[in-house]
């Protein structure tokens, strides 16, 4: 009896072990996306793997073949000869985390996609594509890109020009729209090769983008001249630039990693406004009462504020410029909040609230929780001055919550 005691402590040891490790393996951000996130699984000893990762030279066939079918595109070069010419395309480059999860995935030895919260990142969403061979053989094949891409790319003759804007999803055409997205600048592979049984092998390919593409009701690409359209941050044809030469003169280059600028809104005639960028308006200037987290992050293309609070923990981030017009105004926030590690109890409460000179404060409760940034516009009709103060607080003895903020922005007259 006692030994069955000690072999059962043992096992248990060891189970709390292994636990500590997979969670230390598995970044905090990851558990929060997803329970099931790809980067936090471990390889499928089932799977006789004989080779596995991408070799440098076979990203930069990567790189290269995806960014050929994307100039075509752009100079309205592309093999169907159908589609318009492109004026914001981006040229493609390697992204190693995106690789990372991407082999993560391939590692299950599994042809199957995994779910879009399972390979989330923190700076975007993330398409992807996979492809797989069976080869047989008696010595173990060598990848083949080029195969992988090629078929991808073939769903193109199945697409039609009407679909570019507003774009509507098609599972027949999904790999090739992924590859086309304009917007989509930044691509990471895996790779591996295993034996199913003696002779006969099998390939699995898996590409991940960012930011993802194929949204419905977006567009595939601005129609256009060939760099009539660059966001901004980028650099396009025979004069550009960049230190490094460009063999493709349709696509708009990256030119340093805050990555490309999308925001193209007129901010002129908006009253406040706060994206938390350090180039930022005064507008962001505030102070903090109860914890003390927060923290800004600066990711590609963006920055976000964010706090993190246990149980029993509240904090308020109070800011110091009022917000006044004549007609009131349209005052628009964009957050995200949720539970630190997903699939535990959410339990943060989030208020948004408006401070008036002898006067209650306005008060408006944001419940709607997720990964995604939600805007969220409130009217205030009034004309006196305010100033925000965003709270936020999670009761005792519930698990740590999260909130992001990406911006406070505040226009004359109603909302939309």
Known sequence: MKELLLLFLKLVVLFLYLCSSVLSECPALYRRYSKEHTFCKTKNQKCHIKRWGV??????????????????IALGKDQSGRLPAAGDMLEMEWDDELAQIAQ???????????????????????????YTATI??????????????????????????????PFTSDHATGHFTQMAWSKTWRVGCGY??????????????????????NMDDSELYKIDKPCEKCPGNTCCGPH?????STSYLGLCSVLNGRGPDFDDIDFSNYIFNC?????????????????????????ISDVYKTVVLNGGESTALKFTSNIQYKDGFCLT???RKGPSVAGTKSAGEFNVQLERKGASPLNFQLD??????????????????????????????????YLDISYIRARPGVCN
């Open 55 to 72: 070799s440098e030279d076979d990203r930069e066939i990567i790189i290269d073949l995806h960014n050929k079918v994307r100039n075509n």
């Open 104 to 130: 993560k995935l391939t590692d299950q030895c599994v042809y199957k996609h995994d779910c879009d919260d399972c390979r989330k990142v923190e700076n975007f969403d993330v398409g992807q594509n996979i």
């Open 136 to 165: 047989t053989a008696v010595d173990p094949p060598e990848p083949f890109w080029v195969d992988a891409v090629r078929s991808w790319y073939s769903e193109i003759y199945r697409f039609t020009p009407d679909f570019i804007k």
């Open 192 to 213: 591996v090769l295993y034996e199913k049984r003696k002779d006969s092998w099998t390939q699995l390919y898996v590409c991940n983008y960012g930011p993802a593409g």
């Open 240 to 244: 550009c630039k960049k230190k490094r």
């Open 275 to 299: 994206d938390f960028r350090p180039e930022s308006s005064s507008d962001c200037n505030n102070k903090v009462e109860g914890s003390n987290k927060w923290q800004t992050r600066q990711i």
């Open 333 to 335: 926030i964009s957050f």
């Open 368 to 401: 709607s929780e997720g990964n995604e940034w939600l805007p969220y516009s409130m009217g205030i009709p009034m004309k006196q001055p305010m100033l925000i103060n965003l709270k936020f607080s999670v009761p005792k003895g519930s698990p740590a919550q």
